[in-house]
């Protein structure tokens, strides 16, 4: 990493930006797509003036492409922000402080360490800067952009004036599915084994672990108990998210509310700072014992640019015999004759190379706006007024369809039930069967104009057991009213089978069937389906027959009965059943087990048992 001097970009915005140089090692090269850098760089251009500023104001995004011998060798991008930076002091107290970036590995320590090297955090800060980044992830998701490589070594924070993330490493991201060079991932912050890298649901499981280690103030945490106090629903998001199914991880839309939510309760009271005589911050010798400080004495993740000297400048001329920026949308073969901007190490010394101004973006009333549309030029497309549901559409975003069975008419609504939610959002396709494999998803929608297409799930009236999948557990009363997915336990229910349409004969065939539960769909589409439904009984007595053999264990109340399979690993022998409760007189002396359910009566049993 290099510092660019004497060149500016975004120069309407104060003045511009500084520009930092990321030159590739030559053992990374044969890996490179420098196609996929290039469509990295062209990103802003393609996005509304909105979006692109955003995207430019929250990350170091690639600016530019840097060529050696028509070879893709490197990137330009903005300098990080001063405010993401702060003078580090030495917990010893032996120097005045040096300038670092802000890394948020540095707030994965105690709360003494994070005071003495010169910063002041309180939990509201913490809790503000997870809100910030997972409303970040929720808008890079919607652009299409995973991160991929989500840790502390990527990125830095601020708390003046208000706390928020900047994410740099950006060439690392995945845009639209394809990745610059081949997906890593730092020590310790690996999501699980045989999962696909940088997807929307890899980026929530390292949030997650980003949310632990920063309340659990530890580099390796993964105990989501760690949020409970500070909230148990934080810390039901946290153990939803490391989910070992991705599928079945909430999004960063979930999290972005949770923490909001919970802003005003958190303290504002920055963490306590010890100070030796003459003032300088530092550690107790106790909490300096445990303290995992980023190591060396750059900032964490190595990303700083630095400052080159004089014969660090002409050592990198000599190396850059011919350097080609690739610009926005000029390419490599552009005219050399374009003005140059006088891109040079310094005053006095020459740059031989075809350097071409590159604005990421200009606000309105300036020389280019966010498309690269110079003034005094015609733009290409006006964009149209028209709504567009579809392609303003984000994870968590609910419609109503008031269309037709053969055609779907989005309306934006409030995620109620009745309403269709996007679970997710596919890029680069309008094949309605890519959201085929997405986990309770009922309807697809594209969109030609934006090349995506949403994966909506149905929010049914009856309640979540409508999504339930063969060996879920599911309750609810009996007649009309809410049924929910729960976990498996004695009086509710284990799913055998689900069909579609309201066909109860379906179920007829499957054993143990004792119930079936039917979900009407929205008016205007095939979504009514039927649940074939098991009652999970308290042992194998409950669906024990005449004549069948079980092992009893235990006497009185604390008696089970299971079904080995086999009469001579059993003790006890079914000599008759009856559908009524307590109907001990049914069995004549033999021994009998009953039960029931107070909302079910009518899968009540009492069953006769004699020894063998």
């Given at each position: 990493m290099h510092q660019v001097t004497n060149k500016k970009i975004n120069k309407a915005v104060g003045g511009g930006w500084g520009v930092a140089y990321k030159e590739y090692s030559p053992a990374v090269l044969p890996e490179l797509d420098a196609?996929?850098?290039?469509?990295?760089?062209?990103?802003?251009?393609?996005?509304?003036?909105e979006e692109g500023r955003w995207l430019c104001d929250k990350t170091a995004?690639?600016?530019?492409?840097?060529?050696?011998?028509?070879?893709?060798?490197?990137l330009l991008m903005r300098l990080v922000p001063d405010q993401f930076q702060f003078t580090f002091r030495s917990l010893a107290g032996t120097s005045g402080g040096t300038r670092r970036l802000a890394n948020l590995e540095y707030l994965l320590n105690t709360d003494t360490y994070v005071a003495g090297i010169g910063l002041n955090i309180s939990e509201r800060d913490r809790v503000m800067l997870l809100a910030d980044l997972a409303a970040t992830l929720k808008r890079l998701h919607r652009i299409g952009i995973t991160v991929g490589d989500l840790s502390p070594k990527n990125l830095l924070f601020t708390t003046d004036p208000e706390p928020e993330c900047f994410l740099i490493d950006c060439d690392a991201m995945r845009l639209q599915g394809i990745t610059t060079l081949p997906q890593a991932e730092t020590p310790d912050w690996q999501i699980p084994a045989g999962e696909e890298k940088a997807t929307r649901s890899s980026d929530v499981y390292k949030f997650a672990l980003l949310a632990i280690r920063l309340f659990a103030h530890d580099q390796t945490a993964t105990d989501s108990a760690t949020l409970t106090t500070l909230s148990p629903k934080l810390a039901d998001l946290a153990r939803a998210s490391l989910s070992q199914d991705p599928a079945r991880r909430p999004t960063p839309t979930a999290w972005a509310e949770q923490l909001t939510a919970i802003v005003p309760v958190a303290s504002a009271a920055p963490a306590a700072t010890q100070r030796r005589r003459g003032g300088s911050p530092v550690a107790s010798s106790a909490s300096n014992s445990s303290v995992t400080p980023?190591?060396?004495?750059?900032?964490?993740?190595?990303?700083?640019?630095?400052?080159?000297?004089?014969?660090?400048?002409?050592?990198?001329?000599?190396?850059?015999?011919?350097?080609?920026?690739?610009?926005?949308?000029?390419?490599?073969?552009?005219?050399?004759?374009s003005t140059a901007d006088a891109y040079t190490p310094s005053q006095?010394?020459?740059?031989?190379a075809d350097m071409r101004t590159y604005e990421p973006y200009e606000p309105p009333g300036g020389d280019s706006d966010a498309s690269g549309v110079t003034a005094g030029e015609e733009e290409t497309e006006t964009p149209s007024a028209t709504p567009d549901p579809v392609g303003d559409a984000e994870i968590g975003s609910c419609f109503y369809d008031v269309g037709t069975r053969t055609e779907v008419d989005?309306?934006?609504?409030?995620?109620?039930?009745?309403?269709?939610?996007?679970?997710?959002?596919?890029?680069?396709?309008?094949?309605?069967g890519r959201c085929a494999d997405v986990t309770d998803s009922d309807r697809s929608v594209s969109s030609f104009r934006h090349d995506l297409v949403l994966c909506l799930s149905y929010l049914n009236p009856g309640g979540d057991a409508y999504h339930a999948e063969q060996g879920?557990?599911?309750?609810?009363?009996?007649?009309?009213?809410?049924?929910r997915t729960v976990p498996c336990e004695t009086g509710n229910f284990t799913v055998?089978?689900?069909?579609?349409?309201?066909?109860?004969?379906?179920?007829?065939?499957?054993?143990?069937?004792?119930?079936w539960k039917p979900f009407l769909g929205p008016n205007n589409a095939d979504l009514d389906r039927v649940l074939c439904l098991s009652m999970n009984y308290p042992d194998d007595m409950g669906y024990a027959e005449v004549?069948?053999?079980?092992?009893?264990?235990?006497?009185?109340?604390?008696?089970?009965?299971?079904?080995?399979?086999?009469?001579?690993?059993s003790n006890v022998v079914v000599t008759g059943r009856t559908s009524d409760y307590g109907a001990t007189a049914f069995c004549r002396g033999d021994g009998w087990s009953t039960w029931r359910s107070s909302e079910y009566p009518e899968l009540a049993y009492t069953v006769c048992y004699r020894w063998r």
């Open positions: 196609a996929a850098l290039a469509a990295q760089v062209d990103l802003p251009r393609t996005l509304s003036a995004w690639p600016a530019a492409v840097v060529q050696r011998n028509g070879r893709t060798c490197g980023p190591p060396g004495n750059a900032a964490p993740g190595g990303g700083q640019p630095r400052q080159m000297s004089g014969g660090q400048i002409a050592a990198l001329i000599a190396g850059l015999i011919a350097v080609v920026l690739v610009l926005g949308n000029v390419s490599s073969g552009s005219d050399s004759s006095t010394e020459a740059f031989d989005l309306v934006a609504t409030d995620c109620t039930t009745g309403a269709f939610e996007v679970v997710d959002i596919r890029y680069g396709t309008t094949d309605l879920d557990c599911v309750y609810g009363p009996n007649g009309p009213g809410i049924w055998l089978a689900v069909y579609g349409g309201d066909d109860a004969s379906n179920c007829d065939g499957w054993p143990r069937y004792n119930l004549r069948q053999c079980l092992l009893k264990r235990g006497s009185g109340d604390t008696a089970t009965f299971t079904n080995t399979g086999s009469c001579s690993t």
